[in-house]
């Protein structure tokens, strides 16, 4: 069984960080990696999600420039640019390059098995090391939102659909209305989707500075976009093609797609990561805005605490089962609503 300094788990931003100084300090270093070196930032979050915005970004400052003609989108090229930058979901040279370095680059999902010394399996093959660095970052928050098992990832969009997509919505329904859902929906309603926001709280970007709400509603109201504040999914059901979804007021609303942008959650178990349960202790928040009377942008709007924010009422219990066939380069499937606690087992060393 090799021996190693570290074990990295995890290869987003956070596991590669780590990777990079303990590689320059000369230590003998695994890296672990389930999905793709780079992790959900270099492909699914940050990096999509700013390559999509800038070019609608353009045009509409151009639609706001006095003497300059209307600028036009062309979504295949700015599609084809955001595969460039997503690398075609291909990490082949980062992996290389860590090789390079001299890591032990790893695929597979990996466990602590044991202690004393860390023992980590991937796949049928264990490792021991003198440190574990667990960089498992986070899926998506899936809410309890009834009817949701029944939708299929063609109608119902996570961070990653949306930002791998290839065609562009009619209309959609974004469930969150925090950074990822005001990002996501500005970003299709600047091309040319008829956006629906739903958001719990009753501002959007509630965790920000007001004055951000105030600007983003103006942009949103000029983009065209609706929004419910103070409300909630709370029943979805296939309608066609798309989805019908029942608001907490009642409203209902008929989409091509809906995008969850509800929240994250740690990946991985208790089970799988011993003393993690500090990684996870955000309490169930309750929103205590009255539904369907949502105040104004401002400082008197109820706020939450920021750890609250992004979950959702007993979300303490729900957590996302996320499968993903990403290392094919093929569309991955939503997080499974499964909403089951959960379980806390022994560490399988006693
Ligand atoms: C839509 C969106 C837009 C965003 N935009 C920005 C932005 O503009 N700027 C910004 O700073 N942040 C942004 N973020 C947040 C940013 O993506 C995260 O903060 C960042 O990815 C967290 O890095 P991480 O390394 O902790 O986790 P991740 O990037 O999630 O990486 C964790 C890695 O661990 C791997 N993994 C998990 N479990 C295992 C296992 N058991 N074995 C092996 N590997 C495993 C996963 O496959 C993954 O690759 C955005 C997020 C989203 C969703």
């Not at 951000?212 to 309608?239: A, M, W, Y």
């Not at 990946?267 to 309750?286: F, K, L």
């Amino acid at each position: 069984m090799e021996h190693l300094d570290a074990i990295v788990i995890g290869m987003g931003p956070g596991g590669e960080t780590v990777a990079d100084r303990l590689l320059s300090a000369g230590r003998r270093v695994a890296v672990v990696e389930r999905d793709l070196v780079g992790g959900e930032c270099a492909y699914w979050a940050c990096v999509p999600t700013k390559t999509l915005l800038r070019s609608p970004e353009v045009r509409a400052e151009a639609a706001g420039a006095a003497g300059v003609g209307e600028a036009a989108l062309e979504w295949p090229e700015l599609r084809s640019y955001r595969d460039q930058m997503i690398r075609h979901l291909d990490d082949s040279q980062q992996a290389e390059g860590y090789e390079e370095r001299g890591a032990l680059v790893l695929r597979g999902d990996a466990r602590v098995v044991g202690r004393d010394p860390w023992r980590v399996a991937v796949g049928t093959s264990e490792y021991t090391a003198d440190h574990v660095v667990v960089a498992t970052g986070s899926g998506v928050l899936v809410p309890p939102i009834e009817g949701l098992e029944q939708l299929g990832p063609d109608v119902l969009w996570t961070n990653r659909e949306a930002t791998t997509l290839t065609e562009i919505p009619r209309t959609a329904l974004v469930v969150g209305g925090s950074a990822v859902g005001v990002e996501l929906g500005q970003f299709l309603a600047r091309v040319g989707t008829r956006v629906t926001v739903v958001q719990r709280g009753p501002r959007l970007l509630d965790r920000e500075e007001p004055r951000l709400c105030e600007l983003i509603s103006d942009q949103f109201e000029r983009d065209g976009t609706t929004v419910h504040l103070s409300s909630q999914v709370n029943s979805v059901s296939r309608d066609g093609d798309g989805v019908l979804a029942v608001l907490s007021g009642g409203e209902r609303v008929r989409a091509d797609v809906m995008v969850l942008a509800t929240g994250r959650v740690p990946r991985g178990t208790s089970s799988d990561w011993p003393n993690s349960e500090s990684s996870r202790s955000a309490a169930p928040c309750r929103s205590t805005t009255t539904a369907g009377s949502p105040p104004a942008c401002g400082r008197s709007g109820t706020s939450r605490p920021g750890r609250c924010s992004p979950t959702w009422p007993s979300t303490r219990a729900v957590w996302s089962a996320r499968t993903s066939s990403a290392t094919t380069g093929g569309p991955t499937t939503p997080a499974s609503p499964g909403w089951s606690s959960p379980t806390r087992r022994s560490p399988p060393w006693g």
